[in-house]
Every structure is written in structure tokens, then in C-alpha cells.
């Protein structure tokens, strides 16, 4: 089964706030695409937008190269941990002959005393090595590395969308209720400080 001939030669992955962006931009200029979101919750998001079709629900690979036939260009905007989906993406974008971009979010410089590690892996082997509390903000579906740390459930607070199934996960991989915050993004720097706090 192939996407319809009509379908829009714009795709937007639309899986972070510059996705949603994106999506918002293009409808403004008249240009039409269609914008995939993992879930219905990212699918509301998204909202609607002249011009713009949304498909709301996780793709596989071979998913993607049906819906991306026909398209010219596909915007990965995913979130930044979403290895697998960018993976995916860029297999399926050039099984069809699709221009793939990644839109990511720019690199600040990290301000002074700020730690830097390369995987969800490491921060928690860090954490390990170090005590005191944190806040989680990687996703309901990162929690197992964290769960390894002694005294995980007294020392870490996690943040993740306000969706039953995100929850649900905390709860399930022994987070109480008391240290699971179920919010939507963005976050104001203000807001962030409060919480560390």
C-alpha cells in the first residue's frame, strides 16, 4: 500500500515543540505537509492546522516507507532521545528518494558546574557514584537504568507527560506517586529552578 498521490511532499516527524513549530510555520505559509506524532496525546499537540494532515501513532520502518512514498522532503524533529525513530526516519527516507533533515534544537553552552554525560546509561552510573536527590526529565521510558541506583525511589523525582501510560510506568518501575510530576512542555527556566528547588 502506497500514500495517496495527493499526499503532501512535505513530512514533518513532528516529536518536539520545534516539530510542532515547524508545523505551525508551514501552515502559515501555505504549505502543505503532513506531521506524524508518536502518540493521539502528540497528535492533539500538534492541534489543527490549515494544511496540514496529522497522523497520530508510532510507525516501524516498513510503516514509514508507505506513508513517506511520494514525499520530497521529511523533517526529523523528533526529541533528541528518539534514536530509533531518527534511525528509521532516514532508512525509510532514502528507501523512497526523500531529502532528510534533522531539525534539532541548537547547543547552548552548558553553564558552569553543569556535569555532561553521553547516555541515559552514564547518568545514572553517575548518580550512583554521587548522592543527593534529582529530576529525571528523560521519559517514562528510560527509567530502567535509574532503577539500578541504590535508594532510587528516596532519592529521584521524575517528570514525564501527563499520561496515564507514562505514569502508569513510574509506578510500575517503583517510583512512588509522591515523586512522579506529570507535565507537559515547554518549561520556563523559572519553572525549572522552582522544581529543582
Keep these: 500500500m502506497t500514500a495517496p498521490a495527493s499526499a503532501p511532499a512535505l513530512r514533518i516527524f513532528a516529536g518536539t515543540t520545534e516539530g510542532r513549530l515547524l508545523c505551525e510555520w508551514a501552515s502559515g505559509a501555505g504549505i502543505p505537509a503532513r506531521a506524524y506524532a508518536a502518540t493521539e ?10 494544511g496540514i494532515e496529522v497522523h497520530a501513532g508510532r510507525l516501524d520502518e516498513a510503516d514509514m516507507e508507505r506513508e513517506l512514498s511520494g514525499a520530497r522532503i521529511v523533517v526529523d524533529a523528533t526529541h533528541p532521545f528518539a534514536t530509533l525513530a531518527s534511525g528509521n526516519i532516514r532508512a525509510a527516507s532514502l528507501a523512497v528518494g526523500a531529502r532528510c533533515l534533522r531539525l534539532a534544537r541548537p547547543v547552548e553552552a552548558l553553564p558552569k558546574g553543569v556535569v555532561s554525560v553521553a547516555s541515559i546509561a552514564c547518568a545514572a552510573r553517575f548518580l550512583s557514584e554521587n548522592p543527593g536527590r534529582a529530576l529525571l526529565t528523560t521519559g517514562s521510558k528510560e527509567l530502567a537504568p ?34 512522579v510530576i506529570g507535565m507537559q512542555g515547554p518549561f520556563t527556566r523559572e519553572l525549572n529552578e522552582a522544581m529543582l528547588r
Design 41 to 50: 496525546y502528540g497528535g492533539e499537540l500538534l492541534g489543527e492546522l490549515p
Design 146 to 179: 535509574y532503577t539500578r541506583v541504590a535508594d532510587f525511589a528516596e532519592r529521584f523525582f521524575v517528570r514525564v507527560l501527563p499520561l496515564p501510560g507514562a505514569i502508569t510506568k513510574c509506578i510500575d518501575a517503583g517510583f512512588s506517586p509522591s515523586h
